[in-house]
């Protein structure tokens, strides 16, 4: 899949560990455990072709989660885990999506 789509993704966030976007007639999901899952779904979507300079905007119960938007790119280049005291923390992602 190629995108040079630039209108704004929404992204939904299902859970702590699971989020998904509809990308033309797919939905696309991911789980993760420990992490947050939208970075992950975005590296997902990246290395399948989705334009990483596409808008991204997050929704969690049909409410935006976060007050800005972002590209998928930079959500991707980002890693949040959760602590030992079950806060979660963004750590830059090292590794490179598919490329």
């Known amino acids: 899949m190629s995108d040079l789509n630039t209108e704004p993704l929404v992204i939904k966030q299902e859970s702590e560990t699971a989020?998904?976007?509809q990308i033309g007639?797919?939905?696309v999901r991911c789980?993760?455990?420990g992490k947050h899952p939208v970075p992950?779904?975005?590296r997902r979507l990246?290395?399948?072709g989705v334009n990483p300079k596409r808008p991204a905007f997050v929704i969690r119960?049909?409410?935006p989660a976060y007050k800005q938007t972002a590209t998928i790119e930079s959500w991707a280049r980002v890693e949040v885990?959760?602590?030992t005291g079950g806060v979660?923390?963004?750590i830059p992602f090292k590794k490179r999506w598919g490329r």
């Open 46 to 48: 990246i290395r399948e």
């Open 19 to 21: 989020a998904g976007a």
């Open 81 to 83: 885990i959760r602590d």
């Open 31 to 33: 789980t993760s455990v």
């Open 88 to 90: 979660f923390r963004s």
């Open 25 to 27: 007639g797919n939905y």
């Open 61 to 63: 119960a049909g409410k």
């Open 40 to 42: 992950v779904l975005c």
